[in-house]
């Protein structure tokens, strides 16, 4: 289960369908989706609904479906630095970016540049967390387990 935004979900099979129960705040929705392909959304009328049936229509009819969010996504690199005063650069630039290419119906461009904000994200914590070690030894240690491999050792190794 997810829990990011007050938006969660969890997945579960049932016969032919796999059913997806979708929660933000005091709304939620149930999602099936068939092996046929047909998608319905579940429950009372609400946004949070509405809002899945029109990324269900976009995903049918192969349109984008970055019209249709159910929130301004053109102000996030704003927010984001509203909330983090400090943030890189290149993590805001990367979000513009990413905003273009959904809006581009670019999917793949999109995951590219939302893992390049997140490696860059991950670089500046394991920075920071490094400047903050005060022992030099247990800095060393550090910087030699978390230097020159993938993004995911590195990641694994600082936690």
Known sequence: MSNRNNWSNSEKVEGNCKRIDVQNG???CDVKVYETG???AQEADSKLRDALLEAKK???NEESIGEILPFKIERFPELLKERIPSIDPIIVRFTKEVIATIKAGSKLGCTFLL???SEKAIFVVIDTYTAAIK???LCI???FRTCG???SRIFDESR
């Open 38 to 40: 047909a998608v319905q």
């Open 115 to 117: 893992g390049g904000a």
């Open 26 to 28: 005091k709304f939620a």
């Open 58 to 60: 976009a995903i049918e």
């Open 141 to 143: 240690s550090f910087q």
């Open 149 to 151: 491999k993938f993004i």
């Open 135 to 137: 022992e030099e030894n």
